[in-house]
């Protein structure tokens, strides 16, 4: 079966911090990947999806980005961390087709000092 | 904004049927819906998702009336667990979903 694993679950980071956050898929290939962010008691906002290696598609402009080095491996990254990159990031996949559903990790709380 | 609505807050007592709709009147003919819930601080659990018939799984069924404009998520025994917000989404592609702030569920005793 496909598991999806998102690390950490919590992080604390002083504002103009860099911040990597990894997530990895097993039990799939090629899949989709997905990176969210989830302010508090709002829906889910989509940041990056991704079709295959080294292909990231970005659906807000801000200070983030995001990496697909290897075909189970999503990273998203920041340089400087703002205060307002404060939030719960989610990763997610999903099989190619376009109406499969997507299958998300525990996600990471951030908040930014 | 979000393609669907929902009602913001639910109850249900434990052991019936908990019924939730989901308005999504100007979905478009290739646009499946999808029922996600979370459960606090999880990320979220897909349940069931369909295009134009009825669905049923292990989890859930999915009613969508025939004009497709709503659609009703059925857990057929809540219990305490199902307590979670619920999020009805419409979209034809999974990189075009569109989340609203759902509706939360309250199961009680």
């Known amino acids: 079966s496909q598991t999806i694993h998102q690390w950490p679950a919590t992080l604390v980071q002083p504002v103009g911090s860099p911040l990597s956050l990894e997530c990895t898929v097993e039990?799939?290939?090629?899949?989709?990947l997905y990176w969210y962010r989830q302010a508090a008691g709002r829906g889910l906002q989509l940041l990056f999806y991704?079709?295959?290696?080294?292909?990231i598609s970005s659906e807000v402009p801000q200070n983030l980005s995001a990496s697909r080095p290897q075909d189970r491996q999503f990273i998203l990254s920041s340089k400087k961390l703002l205060l307002s990159d404060s939030g719960f990031y989610l990763c997610?996949?999903?099989?190619?087709?376009?109406?499969?559903?997507?299958?998300f990790g525990d996600g990471t709380r951030l908040s930014i000092l | 904004d979000a393609k669907t609505t929902q009602p913001t807050s639910m109850d249900c007592a434990e052991g019936r049927a908990a019924n939730l709709p989901c308005n999504h009147s100007?979905?478009?003919?290739?646009?499946?819906v999808y029922w996600y819930r979370q459960i606090h601080s999880q990320g979220p659990q897909y349940i069931i998702h369909?295009?134009?018939?009825?669905e049923t799984n292990e989890m859930a069924s999915l009613i969508i009336t025939e004009d497709r404009k709503s659609s009703t998520l059925i857990l057929p025994h809540a219990t305490l667990r199902d307590t979670a917000v619920y999020y009805c989404?419409?979209?034809?592609?999974?990189?075009?979903?569109?989340w609203g702030a759902g509706t939360k569920l309250i199961i009680k005793p």
């Open positions: 991704s079709v295959g290696i080294g292909q």
């Open positions: 100007t979905i478009s003919g290739n646009e499946y």
């Open positions: 039990g799939t290939s090629n899949p989709n």
């Open positions: 997610a996949w999903s099989g190619a087709f376009r109406e499969q559903p997507q299958h």
């Open positions: 989404i419409a979209g034809d592609s999974n990189y075009q979903l569109i």
């Open positions: 369909g295009l134009k018939n009825n």
